[in-house]
């Protein structure tokens, strides 16, 4: 059969390091399991921003587009911070996720037994945590008009934004969550702050509506987003599946990472809109950022990207074996205790990250 063809934009900062080692693993599965990649990189973030002067070129959207899948990386520079909002390097992924329609982030908090230690929390409180959270990525408070930094005649300045959510956006996301629930614990938790916002009001109703019409058999519970930061961290094993907007959703995603052990054992897939040719848009992403404060040193943990390239084999590739077979891998490497410095625990192995992705090549071969 022919070659998947796979965008591969690793970014700033720690990207390229934890891209490196899902290289590794792409090469052993070719050479050992018949996965044919057609493998496209390209710049994106201040890479880009050096090179051609913008976050992210319409070439590199376009050629998204014609992708099977995008693996992305992290985008941020320090060095760019003081920029206009159209020179960021966080433009790049916030572009690909509005132009491909990538609406649902799936960000799966899921506890290996061997990291109990590393967690933030008590043993008991997060043994067996298996939750996930799908954010709405393309519409609320990142993309609300109006927004922007006026100047008022007092010369003094404010800035804008604005949330907005229409009933399309809340039910395709909230169908995806369904779905979801429906394939694991079959319970839906919506979040949102109906309290304080329209927007949030309407979300509530959107959701409790597709419930009634079309999803009656899951379980539907609500929470506001406040309340929810707070049981995440009391009981998270109340939940099952989180839907929630934009924001609330890249904050509370990282408020599960520590649940786990360290945000740099997150993975995350978007899922868009079903193209064409009736293959649908999806890109996967570790939910870590560039960590420019351990960019360069070679102790960055790869196993958030090295997971979100082992979702994208079974969201796009359909190729769960593979996936199974690099999740066990990592389970067991992290079980024969060897740790990068973001999960350290007294007694383990410490190791960089070249270390870390040999070693789940090398239990993939166990495996095998
Ligand atoms: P960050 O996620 O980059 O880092 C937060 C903390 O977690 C840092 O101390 C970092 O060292 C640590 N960390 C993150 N990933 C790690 C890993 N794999 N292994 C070990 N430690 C890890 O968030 P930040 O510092 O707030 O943001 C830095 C830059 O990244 C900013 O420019 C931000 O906008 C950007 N960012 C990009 C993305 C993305 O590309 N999707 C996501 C989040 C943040
Ligand atoms: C994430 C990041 C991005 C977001 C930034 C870099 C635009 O924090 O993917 O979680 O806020 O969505
Ligand atoms: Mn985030």
Not at 148 to 161: A, K, Q, Y
Not at 221 to 234: I, K, P, T, Y
Not at 297 to 326: E, H, V
């Amino acid at each position: 059969s022919e070659a998947h063809k796979l965008l591969v934009l690793a970014g700033d900062g720690i990207g390229p390091e934890v891209m490196r080692e899902v290289a590794r693993i792409v090469h052993w599965l070719d050479a050992n399991r018949g996965l044919k990649l057609d493998i496209t990189e390209e710049l994106v973030g201040a890479a880009s921003l050096a090179v051609h002067g913008v976050p992210i070129r319409d070439e590199v959207i376009d050629l998204a587009r014609k992708s099977d899948a995008v693996l992305f990386g992290s985008v941020g520079d320090p060095a760019w911070s003081h920029v206009g909002f159209d020179k960021r390097p966080e433009v790049a992924i916030l572009k690909l996720r509005k132009e491909l329609e990538l609406f649902a982030n799936l960000r799966p908090a899921q506890l290996f037994d061997a990291l109990i230690d590393a967690s933030a929390l008590k043993p008991e409180v997060v043994r067996g945590l298996d939750i996930m959270i799908v954010r709405e990525t393309v519409g609320g408070i990142y993309f609300g008009e109006p927004r922007g930094i006026e100047t008022l005649p007092d010369g003094s300045r404010r800035g804008i934004n604005t949330e907005v959510y229409t009933t399309s956006e809340i039910e395709r996301v909230a169908r995806v969550a369904f779905e979801m629930a429906r394939q694991r614990g079959n319970r839906v938790c919506s979040v949102e702050k109906c309290n304080v916002m329209e927007s949030g009001l309407l979300w509530k109703e959107v959701v409790s509506d597709l419930h009634k019409c079309e999803y009656q058999d899951v379980e539907l519970s609500h929470m506001l987003a406040d309340n929810c930061a707070m049981q995440l961290v009391r009981n998270p094993n109340q939940f099952d599946v989180i839907v929630t907007g934009n924001l609330f959703g890249d904050i509370l995603s990282d408020l599960a990472s520590m649940l786990t052990g360290s945000l740099g054992m997150l993975p995350s897939a978007t899922l868009g809109i079903v193209r064409e040719d009736g293959k649908r848009n999806a890109l996967y992403e570790p939910i870590h950022g560039s960590a420019p404060d351990i960019a360069g040193k070679g102790i960055a943990n790869p196993l958030a990207q090295i997971l979100s390239f082992a979702m994208l084999l079974r969201y796009s590739l359909n190729r769960a074996d593979d996936a199974d077979l690099i999740e066990k891998a990592v389970s067991n490497v992290l079980a024969s205790g060897l740790r990068t410095a973001d999960i350290m625990s007294p007694g383990m192995a410490r190791v960089g990250t070249d270390m870390m992705g040999q070693a789940v090549v090398r239990e993939m071969e166990k495996l095998a």
